[in-house]
């Protein structure tokens, strides 16, 4: 049987509360279950809501996720301008064999399709 609920509990937990502790931290600190935490705060007026926290942490994650997405596309852009330069006189391949020769330089696939696209649309084909 669990041991009683004091006074002591309930001051201990309003403290620990009071300096930002999470409910599984109060309970560990005090050596209750959390749940048993939980119902004491509730009876004190308290909560353990992270809600401010869990909103920086999501705006965290999603700058980071534009930061990544801008890099991206930054990369596949220096890509097809790479491969653009590379292309100097007509196009001798066909389009599978553009892309081909392209994903063998280890250029991103989304790069290699854009600049076998221009090599097809503006290069005069010499096929034999």
């Keep these: 049987m669990a041991r009683p609920i004091t006074d002591k509990d309930r001051t201990a937990v309003r403290r620990l509360h009071a300096k930002g502790l999470t409910r599984n931290d109060t309970a560990r600190k005090m050596g209750r279950s959390p749940s048993r935490v939980s119902k004491l705060a509730i009876e004190a007026g ?50 599978h064999q553009a892309l081909r020769a392209a994903r063998a330089r280890a250029v991103p696939p989304l790069a290699a399709a854009l600049w076998c696209r221009l090599v097809t649309e503006k290069t005069p084909h010499a096929h034999a």
Excluded: M, S
């Design 46 to 95: 308290l909560t353990f809501d992270r809600g401010p926290e869990v909103i920086a942490t999501t705006e965290a994650r999603r700058i980071d996720l534009v930061a990544g997405r801008t890099q991206l596309a930054q990369d596949l852009h220096e890509g097809a301008e790479k491969l653009r330069a590379q292309h100097t006189g007509p196009c001798r391949l066909r389009p």
